[in-house]
């Protein structure tokens, strides 16, 4: 099993920056992928960005450029920076950890950008 915990959700008006921070705890050692998707109220939920335990980074074509995707294996974090938010990129996001065979989630954080 693999909990994990985000952070750093929060207000911001456009064209400013917030950090997301997702903790993982439990079976960490079978992490394989760690990443950020996003949904909004009766849409599907979007891929953000995604790192491999090898750095390998992908993003969603709506924030390329933008956010940058990171990972702290010593505190088995991984980091959204988020800059030039718009105020599309209000929903929530959700912290997710592949470790095989299985997906897992966190709870999500809000980030709400008012224009």
């Known amino acids: 099993q693999v909990q994990l915990v985000e952070s750093g959700g929060g207000l911001v008006q456009a064209g400013g920056s917030l950090r997301l921070s997702c903790v993982a705890s439990g079976s960490i050692a079978n992490i394989n992928a760690m990443g950020w998707y996003r949904q909004a109220p009766g849409k599907q939920r979007e891929l953000v960005a995604t790192?491999?335990?090898?750095?390998?980074?992908n993003y969603g074509d709506s924030v390329k450029g933008r956010f940058t995707i990171s990972r702290d294996n010593a505190k088995n974090t991984v980091y959204l920076q988020m800059n030039s938010l718009k105020p599309e990129d209000t929903t929530v996001y959700y912290c997710?950890?592949?470790?095989?065979?299985?997906?897992?989630w966190g709870q999500g954080t809000q980030v709400t950008v008012s224009s």
């Open positions: 790192i491999t335990s090898g750095g390998t980074t």
């Open positions: 997710n950890a592949f470790a095989r065979p299985r997906f897992y």
